[in-house]
C-alpha cells in the first residue's frame, strides 16, 4: 500500500489527484491532506479518505477545522497548521508518495522537506523548481528523493526520455526539448487587443479547466516561462536547447528530439489525470479515468511559433534563465504579485509584463544558496512589485476614470 499526502488538496490538482487514488484503493491510501483554507472542502475530502493528519496553511483557519473534524465524528484527525504543519505532513514516516500541488511560492518549503526525507514527489508545484531550482534538487539528491513532475509537459518530457535518465542530455543524444503551448484564450490578438482584455476572459482557457493564477499565466504566457525554467532544472539542458511551440489542440503534451533525427512526444486527451496516474504509478502504469484519444476524431494537429512580440512574459522568463543566480525568483515573485493586481483589477493585463520587466531592473541578484535567502529575494521582489503596480495606477489612473 502506498501511503500518499496531497498537498493542495482541495484545488485542481489534488481534485485530480484523489479522483485518481479513489479508483485505486487497493494501491492507494491518504494518508494526509493540506489546504490553504478552504475548511469545507478540507473536511468534506477527511469524510471521504479518513486520513491520519490534516494540515491548514492558514493558522487563522486552524479552530476551524478542528471543530468542523469533531462535529463530524473525525475528532481522531490530527490537526496542523501554517507552513510548518505542511512541511511536518510532507516529511512524515508514515508518507511515501508527496503530491506537491501547491499554488505559488507557498509551495517551496514543503516541498524542500518532502525532498529532504526522500519522498517520491509528484511535483505540481512549479514555482517551487522556479524559485529555488537549485536548492531543491540538491536537497532531493541528498535525501535520495524521487521527482517526477505532474505538468503535463514535463511529465510528457519524462515519459519520452530513456529509464534512469539522469540530467545529462548529451550522454543520451538529446538535441532539444520541445513544450508545447495550447496559446491561450488570447492567441493571435495584437497588442490594441491585448490591451482591453478582463480578468473573466483570461481565466476562461480554451482546453485546461485550471486554477485562476495559472489560467492568467497561461494567457499571458508566463506558464510557458515559467515551464521553459522549469525544465532546465528537471532535465539539465540550457535555455537555447529549449524551445517553445504553441499546439492549439493541447494533444501533444511535449516532445524531445534525439541527435538520430528521432522526436518522441507524448499525447493524450488534455486531462491533468493521465500525468498524475503515470506518476503515481510510475513504472507501471493504471487506470486514470480519462477519456480515450480518437485520432480519427481529431483528424489533424496544428503547429505554430509563439508570439514572443506581444506575450513579452515569455521572453523575461527566458531572460532570467539566461541571466541565472536570483532573477527567476525576482520573475516569479513579481509575476505572482502582478497577476494577483490583474485579478483585481488593479494592473492592465500588459502592465504584468511592465511590472515584472521593471522588478527586474530594480532588485539586484544575491544569494539564494539557503531556504531563508530565496525568501528573502521572494521577499523584496514582492515589495518591489507592490511598489511598481502602484506606479502603474497612479499613471493610469487618469485615462481609465475618465
Ligand atoms: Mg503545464
Redesign the pocket.
Known amino acids: 500500500m502506498n501511503r500518499v499526502a496531497v498537498l493542495g488538496a482541495t484545488g485542481s490538482i489534488g481534485t485530480s489527484t484523489l479522483d485518481v487514488i479513489a479508483r485505486h484503493p487497493d494501491r492507494y491510501q491518504v494518508e494526509a491532506l493540506a489546504a490553504h483554507r478552504d475548511v469545507a472542502g478540507l473536511a468534506r475530502l477527511c469524510a471521504r479518505f479518513r486520513p491520519q493528519r490534516v494540515a491548514i496553511a492558514d493558522t487563522g483557519c486552524a479552530a476551524e477545522l478542528s471543530s468542523t473534524l469533531r462535529a463530524q465524528d473525525q475528532a481522531n484527525i490530527e490537526v496542523l497548521a501554517g507552513s510548518e504543519g505542511l512541511d511536518q505532513i510532507a516529511s512524515a514516516g508514515s508518507v511515501d508518495t508527496v503530491v506537491a500541488a501547491v499554488v505559488g511560492a507557498a509551495g517551496l518549503s514543503s516541498t524542500l522537506a518532502a525532498a529532504a526525507a526522500g519522498k517520491r514527489i509528484l511535483l505540481a508545484n512549479?514555482e517551487s523548481v522556479v524559485m529555488a531550482g537549485a536548492l531543491l534538487l540538491d536537497a532531493a539528491r541528498r535525501g535520495s528523493a524521487t521527482i517526477i513532475p505532474l505538468?503535463?509537459?514535463?511529465n510528457a518530457i519524462f515519459q519520452c526520455l530513456p529509464s534512469g535518465y539522469q540530467r545529462n542530455p548529451d550522454a543520451c543524444g538529446i538535441r532539444r526539448l520541445v513544450?508545447t503551448a495550447s496559446g491561450g484564450p488570447f492567441r493571435g490578438f495584437d497588442r490594441p487587443q491585448l490591451a482591453t482584455v478582463t480578468a473573466e476572459q483570461a481565466v476562461k482557457h480554451p482546453r485546461?479547466q485550471m486554477g485562476r493564477k495559472?489560467s492568467v499565466d497561461?494567457a499571458s504566457l508566463m506558464?510557458?516561462g515559467l515551464?521553459v525554467i522549469e525544465a532546465h532544472w528537471l532535465f539539465g539542458l540550457p535555455a537555447d536547447r529549449i524551445d517553445v511551440v504553441v499546439h492549439p489542440e493541447s494533444l501533444v503534451?511535449s516532445l524531445v528530439e534525439y541527435a538520430d533525427g528521432s522526436m518522441l512526444a507524448q499525447l493524450g486527451p488534455a486531462d491533468m489525470r493521465t500525468p498524475i496516474a503515470q506518476a503515481l504509478a510510475w513504472p507501471e502504469r493504471i487506470d486514470s479515468g480519462v477519456q480515450r484519444l480518437d485520432l480519427l476524431s481529431v483528424g489533424a494537429l496544428h503547429f505554430e511559433a509563439a508570439d514572443r512580440g506581444n506575450f513579452r512574459c515569455l521572453e523575461l522568463a527566458y531572460a532570467a534563465l539566461r541571466a541565472g543566480g536570483a532573477a527567476a525568483a525576482v520573475l516569479n515573485a513579481a509575476n505572482e504579485v502582478a497577476v494577483d493586481a490583474f485579478l483585481t483589477g488593479r494592473l492592465s493585463f500588459l502592465g504584468i509584463a511592465e511590472v515584472i520587466e521593471q522588478v527586474m531592473a530594480a532588485v539586484v541578484q544575491s544569494d539564494i544558496s539557503t531556504l531563508a535567502s530565496v525568501l528573502a529575494v521572494d521577499a523584496e521582489a514582492r515589495q518591489r512589485a507592490g511598489v511598481e503596480t502602484a506606479r502603474w495606477q497612479s499613471r493610469t489612473s487618469g485615462s481609465c476614470n475618465e
Open positions: 512549479k505538468d503535463s509537459e514535463h513544450l485546461w495559472i497561461s506558464n510557458k515551464e503534451h
